[in-house]
């Protein structure tokens, strides 16, 4: 009581302060918004010492870069003719010219070299090229579809579509924050005081740098668009590439956010008006949501928090949370009024948030709890997510609670209105129901839950790029020529290193002590040093590796040493043995090993890397089947130790964190639904009444998960985050519901009138929440973005199901049960 | 590439081999005469090699084999192991080696094309009066090779017992890649994987 003393005192009291020091806070909030940032890097997806990101990162400067997009070209005359030829030329001149590319790979400057009936000892660092001119087009055109290195990567089986590869720059400062703060996360000993500030500079350094990088990259990927929009009237051009999926997806979610998030708000507008009929309970919530919303993207600009492609949901759940919260205020507000005709506006406004506060802090202590249990996830995202959850929740709360009772302090009294109220007329509807067929609804409930439950078991998590985009839209266009013609969209490294019994070798060679030797050989040292791979056995293993990999229908294109040395194996017209491949490394010219040998082989041939390139749009594909099946081959098959087998790239990553994501979303939901119990069981302080409270909970996320898995929705960075969203509502529409219960009950111990007065107070707020939602969320199925419009219906369906839960099964439950109270 | 230089190493080879007889030349002048000689042989038989380059083998056979220590060669490619292998075994292992180098690089005299042949002076190594005999191969357009012979000598006459080609001892590759085998499946299993020990 002395709480609420105080409340009236300070925030009744004083409404104009109030708004005054919101006024303050929105200005600050507006001015910090400006740094609020989407962040999709790499970095921003996993763990900040995630062991695969930091593998990931030293393979791919070891070897070759996977931050490169290509673009498809497909001339409408042939592909090896002067005019197609300029084109390209003219495409990868003005792609040199920006400022972040750092080479681009085409038909026009790879050397020509397995058909060019040259010798090995011919091999010289000049080589034809088409650039140069010395290649006629036949040549180039048998080379290019016969190259293994080039043939169905460079030019499509046809010979019709090419493709050109940009790599981008790599920005060494970035990396060397990276290298430093690894080797400062991998020390063993406890850092010094220098090396924690050190640590702590770095990790700050990295954040301006990815987002700063992120800016880089898309400004990149629009000068990109320009360039082939000069060019498309010369044929059929498409982009494609990692870098360019990362760019779109943040643009269209920053596009949805603001067009649709518009356009939900104005819809919510439109059915509060339906809803209420009178401009202050229509413009209140909504400027509380709104103050909500930008307090904490001003709290997130102003802390350099930027939020990632997972937490992106956060603004729409928050809208939710907020929405649901006034609602309840302003239906108690009308209920108070009334039941009370006789009391003035201002003890109405105290009354309705005396009452309301104990429910309303419930539930928003529940969903941050639930949202806080994902800060001990495996994933940055998803710890991210948790906390601003739970930071946009006290937001919302004590928006609520402060800023709409101050502005409601200075109004006039107003009227109630006398329209007809549809919502207390479905929600007594729905007691009568339950009162008619308690044992029906829950055996409905359960035939619905076993069947739609069942669904579960189709649960995939993956999801293809690709699906997150209409067919219409460049992107996906461009995505299924470079998947079905040139090679495949999604890059993955296998890296295998030597075993055990090498080292073991090595050990025995070095330490060998032979007369002979001394008798023979000079000091010189004339030994090779000691190949892992370049050897004729194992050489024969990577080939038999290299076509397994090939046989994969979901892979396209497989380079690796094994395709290098087919090449220079025709020019040298037999296969090598271990003395002239010791020599052949030696000798290759350094122009040549940069193509064929550096890319695939580490400098003491000891570490072997096949590149893959996934076909991302292909239905078949599954991330997590596909490397178990890859990995089960090397092990098990190839006969390779566990230790020496890696595999990683941006597929690997991507899977991991999917992977993650389930484990620490729909994996943990048990443990999720356990500590809800617990809340429940502080909260109502009665274990019969925890316990009937959770099954609607139960019931919510069962149907969703299970009609997602029927309808074949795949659990992804954007989908995976709607059960949470389910039982967060589902919770919250449980808690208002029993506690109102607590109290009705008593007023005349009968089960059946405590259940109609709880349907025509508060059920009228979980009715109008979930309505709203529901049409207002329906406007993102107008989004271009697959993902929006799951997240939208799907969102707007757990709102019904979470109204069916505790409007129907749960009173149901209760009835047949009647619990103590 | 790999196949021009192992030519002129074998027909310097057998430059040497055949000079071996002559006790009072110098390691130099027989590495010196016998490529003239050997270069003059693929001359001479130049249309049958074309018509049957079989008969390249015999050649090697004939003219180079017979003039390298392959018992020494051997024992330096098997290391410390040679010692754990009865005198059998040590006999059917040369033989078996010999004719993997001959299958191996016999055909690539066939693809010889003139290349400057430089010499430098016979050098001493190791401590039992060894010499290496070192020739710079060049072509324009193509980085200079190195070859080197390691010679012993072997009553009256010099014998090769390993090449080394841009510091890549072929001896040294062989034995590295045989040590591995032999860890692999044991030297039993290896040396009977010889035909020639079967």
Known sequence: ?821 | MIKQYLIQVLILVYMITISSYVVAESADQIVFDTTEEVLNRLQVDRNKLAKEPEYIKTIVRELIIPHMDFITMSELVLGNRWNELNQNKKECFSNGFKNLLVERYAYILLSYKQQNISYQSAKPIGEKGNVSIMQTLTREGVKPLIIEYPMRPDANSWKVIDLVIDDVSLIRSYRKMFTKEIKHTGLENFVGSFQECN
Not at chain 1, 217 to 222: A, F, G, L, P, V
Not at chain 1, 459 to 485: A, C, P, W
Not at chain 1, 677 to 698: D, E, T, Y
Request: with cysteine; glycine share 6%.
């Open chain 1, 1 to 821: 009581m002395k709480l609420f003393t105080c409340y009236n005192h300070f925030i009744l009291g004083n409404p104009r302060k109030v708004i005054f020091s919101f006024i303050v806070l929105l200005i600050l909030s507006i001015y910090y918004s400006f740094n609020f940032e989407l962040d999709a890097s790499g970095e921003s997806l996993v763990l900040e010492n995630d062991q695969s990101l930091n593998y990931y990162r030293e393979i791919s400067q070891r070897y070759a870069s996977d931050d490169f997009v290509i673009i498809t070209y497909k001339p409408e005359g042939k592909l090896f003719s002067k005019g197609s030829l300029d084109v390209i030329r003219s495409i990868r001149d003005a792609l040199l010219k920006l400022e972040n590319i750092a080479s681009v790979n085409s038909i026009l400057d790879v050397p020509i070299v397995y058909e060019s009936e040259l010798k090995l000892s011919e091999l010289t660092g000049d080589l034809m090229t088409l650039s140069e001119g010395n290649v006629g087009f036949d040549m180039a055109g048998r080379e290019f579809s016969s190259n293994p290195l080039y043939r169905e990567l460079l030019v499509s089986k046809e010979g019709k579509t090419t493709a050109i590869q940009a790599l981008f720059k790599r920005d060494e400062e970035y990396y060397n924050y990276i290298n430093q703060r690894q080797r400062l996360q991998s020390k063993k000993i406890k850092l010094t005081e220098d090396e924690r500030k050190t640590l702590a500079w770095l990790n700050d350094a990295i954040k301006e740098k990815n987002k700063f990088l992120s800016r880089q990259r898309e400004q990149d990927i629009t000068e990109i668009r320009k360039i082939l929009e000069r060019h498309r009237v010369k044929g059929d051009i498409h982009l494609g590439g990692v870098p360019m999926i990362v760019v779109d997806m943040i643009q269209f979610i920053r596009h949805d956010l603001v067009v649709f998030g518009a356009c939900v708000f104005l819809f919510l507008v439109f059915i509060l008006t339906i809803f209420f009929y009178q401009l202050r309970w229509v413009l209140l919530p909504m400027l509380i949501c709104m103050t909500s919303g930008l307090v904490t993207i001003g709290f997130l600009g102003y802390a350099g928090w930027a939020i990632t492609v997972i937490s992106s949901n956060f603004l729409s759940i928050l809208l939710i949370i907020t929405l649901s919260l006034t609602i309840h205020l302003i239906v108690r507000y009308r209920d108070l009024q009334q039941l009370n005709p006789e009391l003035g506006h201002i003890e109405l406004v105290r009354m309705t948030t005396s009452s309301m506060a104990r429910p309303c802090f419930y539930t928003i202590v529940t969903t941050a709890v639930a949202f806080a249990s994902l800060v001990v996830s495996e994933i940055r995202p998803v710890i991210d997510f948790g906390w601003i959850m739970v930071i946009g929740l006290c937001i919302a709360f004590i928006s609520s609670f402060t800023l709409m009772p101050a502005i409601l302090m200075l109004m006039d009294d107003v009227d109630l209105s006398r329209r007809l109220n549809i919502a207390r007329k479905i929600t007594l509807g729905l007691a009568r129901l339950v009162h008619n067929w308690p044992v029906v609804i829950i055996l409905a409930a359960l035939f619905i839950l076993g069947a739609i439950g069942f669904g579960i078991n189709y649960l995939k998590v993956e999801n293809r790029f690709i699906n997150n985009f209409k067919s219409d839209t460049e992107i996906y266009q461009g995505m299924k020529i470079i998947d079905h013609e040139l090679g495949g969209t999604m890059p993955m490294d296998i890296i295998i290193d030597p075993d055990r019994q090498f080292n073991e070798v090595k050990k025995e060679l070095a330490t060998e002590d032979n007369e002979l030797d001394e008798l023979f050989f000079d000091d010189m040292e004339t030994a090779p040093a000691l190949s892992y791979w370049l050897n004729p056995i194992m050489l024969e293993k990577a080939k038999q590796v290299h076509n397994h990999l090939e046989s994969y229908p979901v892979v396209g294109k497989v380079t690796s040493i094994v395709s290098s040395l087919a090449i220079v194996e025709k020019l040298n017209g037999a296969p090598f043995d271990e003395f002239e491949l010791a020599l052949l490394r030696k000798r290759i010219p350094e122009s040549i090993s940069g193509d064929l040998v550096k890319p695939y082989l580490s400098d003491d041939s000891n570490q072997i890397r096949f590149n893959l390139r996934v076909i991302e749009s292909d239905p078949e594909l599954n991330r997590k089947v596909l490397l178990e099946d890859i990995h089960s081959f090397l092990i098990n098959d190839m006969q390779f130790e566990e230790g020496q087998v890696h595999l990683t790239g941006m597929m690997v990553l991507y899977n991991n964190m999917l992977q993650s994501l389930f484990r620490s979303q729909i994996l943990t939901i048990g443990a999720v639904f356990a500590a809800i119990l617990f809340m429940f069981i502080i909260l109502f302080r009665n274990i019969q009444l925890a316990l009937i409270a959770i099954i609607p909970n139960i019931f919510s996320a069962v149907l969703i998960l299970g009609t997602m898995g029927w309808l074949n929705i795949p659990l992804d960075m954007m989908t995976i985050t709607i059960a949470a969203i389910t039982i967060g509502i589902s919770v919250d529409d449980t808690i208002h519901y029993i506690h109102r219960f607590q109290h009705e009950y008593p007023v005349d111990k009968n089960y059946e009138e405590a259940i109609n007065r709880c349907h025509g107070g508060i059920g009228k707020a979980i009715y109008y929440t979930s309505i709203a939602i529901f049409f207002g969320f329906a406007m993102l199925s107008f989004s271009n973005f697959i993902p929006t419009i799951y997240f939208g219906l799907l969102t707007g369906f757990a709102m019904i199901v979470a109204l069916i839960g505790d409007l129907l099964l749960l009173p149901s439950i209760i009835l047949i049960i009647k619990p103590k109270v």
